[in-house]
């Protein structure tokens, strides 16, 4: 944790907009965008707390990212279907009081945002757990690639006000629906927090304006 906001402050120039957003304590779920396979260490450096993220168990990482991820920790994830193990281990951590890092898009396969997995939803009703917007930009290729080139990209990393809990519907049809109508919901957020041209899906959506006058951004 100490080590990534020390690397962050040397090797970037980060600016954190709505820090002010943040709880005080949790449990709370960070729900970002993903970009790049760099953004769980600016989502710790914008928090300034513990994050237990969830990682998708069938990504390919480099050695060193597999390194950063075993020593920091992180709660292995079946992106196509949660299993109890994932489900688990999350509960867990929000009964701690604790933070859990989602990014709903599931992978890093494009800069434009898109439909969310049913996770950050499913999680935050089961346990009655606000969720916390995060926009990250700013990262156009590996962080590894800026070092050798001797230069620190600008990353700007927004935090938008908490919303929810939501509650799900019993009925399991009117649940599915429900789990996407409220993703949907959750990417207008994250979508509020980062430049137009990176909305994807969402461009033009009628409610990203609107949350942007919520978070006074």
């Known amino acids: ?35 790049n396979v760099f953004d769980p260490p600016f989502v710790i ?14 990504t390919i990482f480099t050695f060193v990212e597999y390194l950063a991820l075993w020593l ?14 994932t489900i688990k281990m999350s509960k867990k951590v929000l009964k701690d009081h604790g ?5 709903p898009e599931g992978d890093t396969e494009s800069d434009e945002l898109r439909q969310p997995k049913a ?8 346990h009655m757990t606000p969720i916390v917007p995060i926009g990250v930009h700013g990262l156009k290729k590996s ?14 990393i927004k935090i938008g006000k908490p919303f929810g809990p939501y509650k799900l519907s019993k009925d399991k049809t009117n649940k599915e629906g429900d789990l996407v109508e409220i993703g949907n919901v959750v990417m207008c957020r994250i979508a509020a927090l980062l430049p137009e041209k990176t909305h994807g899906i969402y461009s033009n959506n009628p409610k990203i304006n ?5 978070n006074g951004i």
């Open 1 to 35: 944790h100490y080590l990534t906001m020390f690397l962050g402050s040397l090797f970037t120039k980060t600016t954190i907009i709505g820090k002010h957003h943040l709880p005080e304590k949790g449990p709370y779920i960070v729900a970002a965008n993903h970009f």
């Open 45 to 58: 450096y914008a928090v300034q707390k513990p994050v237990s993220f969830l990682a998708a168990s069938d």
């Open 72 to 85: 920091y920790g992180f709660i292995p994830t079946n992106r196509s279907n949660l299993s109890p193990s």
């Open 99 to 103: 933070l859990l890092g989602i990014f």
């Open 119 to 126: 996770g950050v939803v499913y999680l935050s009703a089961s």
């Open 143 to 156: 962080l590894w690639s800026y070092l050798l080139q001797g230069v620190r990209p600008h990353i700007t």
């Open 210 to 214: 609107q949350f942007k006058k919520e």
